[in-house]
């Protein structure tokens, strides 16, 4: 079973700043299959990159990921209001699939 | 476009069944595999079990907290994956979303809320 930690457990930063959430997994995944999603509460969660680097439709350019083998990051370039919220990465290639779980983006 | 839909969600007594089901459309629904994921109230996401696609004969797989008690299944032909629980306990309470993967891309519905209680 692949397990993904996330970190840090809560980021507090302010609009602006830029921001950098890791996931780490305990084997490697390959980035064809690796996923980060945002949740607000009550909401779904969103996706926002797949395959390690790719921007799903609609998301602002001010997101990104990079990462291979077993050390991922979400890059949020220039922190905007609306993304202050908790985020998740996903390995969906092997099963069981597995999540990490979860950085809390805060505002400061 | 792609669009998934959970039904089935309700209240059910401990020990209880219940059976959610997954309406998908905008793509080919036999060439995929499907999840489903659940999040119990304030915790993480947690992948329950996936159906994989006729090339891959249909396999079934879970996670250890559902095997033996969950059953995955999926129509082909009316395009709906299903969620069989039973003997149902408190901690299954959760959001359950079903998720297709379209060529490495993965798409959720947006959830049917299951509550376990007595």
């Known amino acids: 079973e692949i397990v993904l930690t996330q970190s840090p457990g809560t980021l507090s930063l302010s609009p602006g700043e830029r921001a950098t959430l890791s996931c780490r997994a305990s084997?490697?995944?390959?980035?064809?299959?690796l996923a980060w999603y945002q949740q607000k509460p009550t909401q779904a969660p969103r996706l926002l990159i797949y395959?390690?680097?790719s921007r799903a439709t609609g998301i602002p350019d001010r997101f990104s990921g990079s990462g291979s083998g077993t050390d991922f990051t979400l890059t949020i370039s220039r922190l905007e209001p609306e993304d202050f919220a908790v985020y998740y990465c996903?390995?969906?290639?092997?099963?069981?699939?597995?999540f990490g779980q979860g950085t809390k983006l805060e505002i400061k | 476009e792609v669009q998934l839909v959970e039904s089935g969600g309700g209240l059910v007594q401990p020990g209880g069944s219940l059976r959610l089901s997954c309406a998908a459309s905008g793509f080919t629904f036999s060439d995929h595999y499907m999840d489903w994921v659940r999040q119990a109230p304030g915790k993480g996401l947690e992948w329950v079990g996936r159906?994989?696609?006729?090339?891959?004969?249909?396999?079934?797989e879970y996670a250890a907290s559902v095997k033996g008690r969950f059953t995955i299944s999926r129509d082909d032909s009316k395009k709906s994956l299903y969620l069989q629980m039973n003997s149902l306990k408190t901690e299954d309470t959760a959001v359950y979303y079903c998720?297709?993967?379209?060529?490495?891309?993965?798409?959720w519905g947006q959830g049917t809320l299951v509550t376990v209680s007595s």
């Open positions: 395959g390690a680097s």
């Open positions: 996903q390995q969906y290639h092997i099963s069981p699939c597995s």
């Open positions: 159906s994989k696609n006729r090339d891959a004969s249909y396999t079934t």
């Open positions: 998720a297709a993967f379209l060529v490495g891309t993965p798409y």
């Open positions: 084997q490697s995944v390959s980035g064809s299959y």
